[in-house]
Structure formats: C-alpha cells, structure tokens
C-alpha cells in the first residue's frame, strides 16, 4: 500500500511539475480524499497550494479536512474570501470549528463574515464549548425526525436533507422542544410499514453524552457500548449534536500521545514530529529535564556519604547500576499498568490496597527470582564472597517490593489530586527508587558488612 502512494506520489508531483493540469485534475478525480491529502502533506506549500486548486470542487473539502492543521491553515489564509469560505462552508461544522479554533481572529473574523449564514451559526454554536468537551468536538449534522412522522415522512426528509449530514444511518427521533426522545436505525424504516409513526418504532433505550462531558469519558463511553455515533445533549436532554466515530479515533490517538509524552517526560504537542521546530521540542523536553537532573542530585549525594564504605568494598560500586536500573525497572512495568488501568477505567483510587497487595505479591516472585539468578551469577562468575553477594540480593529484593510499591501508588494518587496520572510515570518514579535503592544498598552494606 505504501509503495502503492509512493508511486501515485511520484506521477501526480510529475504532472505537476509539468503543468499537465487537466491530466492532474483526471488522476486526482479517481482517488481518495486521504491518499490526496497524505501526498499534499509531503510537497512545498506553494506546490500543496497549486494541488489544492486543481482539485475537483466536489472532492476539495473532503481532502481539504483530511490535511494536517499546518496545510489548512497555509491553505486557508492563500485562498480568496470567497474561496476560502466556499471552503468552510462545505466542511463539516466540527472539523470546520477545529480549525478556525487554531487560526488568528482576524482571519477567522473574515472567513465567518463570508460564510453561508447557517454556517457560520454551527460554528458559533461549537466554539461556545469548553476544549475537549463532547461540545467541542460533536458535530450538528444529524438527520433528526419528529416523534409524530410516518415512517414514509421520515424516509422523504432523510432524502431530502441525508446527503448533508454527517451520517444518516441512525436518525434521532426528537419532541418540538428538540428534548431526545429515542433514535431509529435507517434499515428499519426501510422495512417498516410506510403509514407506521415514528413514535411508536423507536428505540426509546437511548445512550447519550451531555455537552460538558470530557474527550476522554466520550471515548470510553463508546467503547463501552460499541457505537459507531451518539447523540449529544444539553442539561436538558435537549438534542444539540452527534459525535461519530472518526472524532472517538482521533480523541484515543490524541489521549495516548499525550500520555506517551508524559511518561517520556516531555511537555504534549499536539504537532506532527518534523512539523514541530527545534526551539518548540527544546521547550518541551528542557523542564523536565531541568527537574529530573536537580532531583537526581540526591543520589550524588547519598554516594558521597557513603564514600568511605565504598573505599573499604570498592566492588559495591559495580553494582549500583544494576541496582538502580533494576528498581527502575520494576517501577515503570507497575506504573505502566496501572496508569493504563485508570485511562480504561478499569482502576479506581479506592481499589488501591488491592492493586498494592497485588503489586508486592507480584514484586516477591519477581524480586526472589532475580536474588536467585543473580546470587548464582556472583558467587559462579564475578567470584565475590557470599557476603558480599547476599549483600547484594538482599538489596535487590527489597528495592523491587518497594518500586512496585510506588510504581502502583503515585498514579493513583495523582489521579485521587486531579493530577495526570502519565505524569508519575518512568522518569519520576525511576529518580525516586534511585534514591531509595542506593540508601537501601547501604544500609545493609554498612551492618552486613561492618563497615
């Protein structure tokens, strides 16, 4: 498939370039929507842009939304007013909020002074929304039927309006206060008598998501239920919107950068990686990297106050890389599983002495084990003394319960304080057991071995 568009790639930038437009615009014609906007997204912005002209109209918007939001914007702010609102106008109000949401208001201001008036109603309607709310992303072309319609009325104002809608194959049956009163699916009507009332046909069981309901919530809502769209209402059941499942992929895509990011330590993006300039990665990697190196002063630290036990058992040096890295290790695997427990809602705070009592069950076999192959390796391989090698398993045992032990507590207590819980993930957590791990070490060093 990849080779497939590398090849596509290749022709249509060869007609470009050789100014065959009729032929580009035929080429371009037979395609889909994506493949021309992932081909867009690779070229210069003034050849992206001289594309974009040549498309078919009945095709422009579709790729148009498909493009990374660096593209639409270049693309946008290029066009006449009248292109670029004939633009916004055929795009979907969700996809067109999200990008006016990230452009300056002066050139939004003018794009919505051009636009088709109902447009630009949606668009204001959205952006009343909180960032990352159901509000925020839904979109309001939904095919909606009256609770008192025939079966035959609903099918002639499917065929009527359907084509503009987003979806149509689940149609939301509405009072005339617009108050959600159950949903009806597009094959039933087909198959229902013509004369039967919407009403009595309808699905009243009906799951929807309120407006200020976050991203996140949304997307496991749809899990949950397997959907492909839900309705979104107001505080008074009122029908406002629909969110369907391309914006559910787009939310899980999103959330899982963002903890991937978090966990890596580094600040979110919501930019592609070659569309991120070097300046903007250094502010998103530098903070954490200025905290993580501060706090890691306390293990230079410890090894300075244990410089005389180290000078009478120089061998314990070599272990305290293996150590540290082990009892990081142990934390992350923890913290990794729990953190992704509470993004599937699968863990709560009060469940926490249960993840605990099972992190340390699991943290004895893992930490007996790796005394076991490890007391072998010291005593058969690096020839130390078997004091010295309990010494050191001794330490690893410990320093894994204790890891697993924060690895499973932090995230959840992040989440208990409204913190993100990615945020107590491996860099955090690895520079605390560090620290615990080398205080440990010692410790039993200092008694076992009477130093």
Sequence with gaps: MEEDLSMLQEELENLLKTKQYSELRARMKEMNAADIADIMDDLENEDSLKMFRILPKDIAADVFADLELDDQQYIITSLSDKEASSIIDNLYADDATDLLEEMPANVVKKILANAHPDTRKDINHLL???????????????????????????????????????????????????????????????????????????????????????????????????????????????????????????????????????????????????????????????????????????????????????????????????????SGNAGSQASVSIIRGISLGEIEFKELPRALWKELRVAILCGATLAAANFLKLLLLDHLAIPVAGVICLTLVIVVLFAKAIGCTLPLLAERLGFDPAVMASPLITTIVDAVALMTYFAIATRALRL
């Excluded at 039927?145 to 689940?170: P, Y």
């Excluded at 903890?259 to 330590?265: C, N, Q, S, T, V």
């Excluded at 569309?275 to 293990?299: C, D, Q, Y």
């Design 128 to 326: 009343r929304y909180a960032d990352d709310s159901a509000g925020s992303l839904m979109t309001v072309e939904f095919v909606d039927l009256r609770f008192k319609m025939t079966v035959a009325e609903a099918i002639v104002r499917i065929r009527r309006i359907g084509l503009d809608k987003e979806t149509c194959n689940t149609c939301y049956v509405v009072d005339d206060q617009r108050v959600l009163l159950g949903t009806v699916a597009l094959r039933y009507l087909l198959i229902m008598d013509e004369n039967a009332v919407i009403g009595d046909i309808m699905n009243k069981n009906v799951i929807s998501i309120n407006t200020a309901t976050d991203q996140e919530e949304v997307a496991q809502t749809f899990q949950k239920y397997d959907f492909t769209a839900m309705p979104v209402v107001d505080n008074e059941n009122r029908m406002v919107g629909i969110i369907t499942i391309d914006d559910v992929v787009d939310i899980l895509q999103e959330e899982a950068t963002e903890d991937i990011e978090k966990m890596a330590a580094i600040l979110p993006s919501d930019k592609p990686y070659f569309k991120t300039g070097v300046l903007e990665t250094w502010k998103n990697r530098i903070p954490w990297l200025l905290f993580l190196m501060i706090s890691a002063t306390f293990t230079g630290a410890i090894i300075t106050r244990y410089e005389s036990a180290l000078a009478a058992y120089v061998v314990l040096t070599a272990y305290i890389p293996m150590l540290m890295d082990t």
